[in-house]
């Protein structure tokens, strides 16, 4: 088992920038991979980057350039930094770990871009 503790969501201006934390606890010793994803209204929910036990990270088109996500393996804590962010990134976001064939979420957080 794996849980997750997301912080870091709010109101921010199109332009501005927004870092969310989640942080692992129960097996993360096991978690392979940690990612976040978000899912605006009406709207499927979408992967948005994604890092792997070895550092490898991957990111949806829509944000590259924008959002960076990185890993403190010593605090199994996994990091979105969001610059130039735009209203189309309004959603809530969900830090999720994948352990095995297994994917933990968090319980969302929601990060609003408006003027």
């Known amino acids: 088992q794996v849980q997750l503790v997301e912080s870091g969501g709010g109101l921010v201006q199109p332009g501005g920038s927004l870092r969310l934390s989640c942080a692992a606890s129960?097996?993360?010793?096991?978690?392979?991979?940690m990612g976040w994803s978000r899912q605006a209204p009406g709207k499927q929910r979408d992967l948005v980057a994604i890092i792997t036990s070895g550092g490898s990270r991957g990111y949806a088109e829509s944000v590259k350039g924008r959002f960076t996500i990185s890993r403190d393996n010593a605090k199994n804590t996994v990091y979105l930094q969001m610059n130039s962010m735009k209203t189309e990134d309004t959603a809530v976001y969900y830090c999720h770990a994948r352990v095995d064939v297994l994917e933990y979420w968090g319980q969302g957080l929601q990060v609003t871009v408006s003027s």
């Open positions: 129960g097996s993360s010793a096991s978690i392979a991979s």
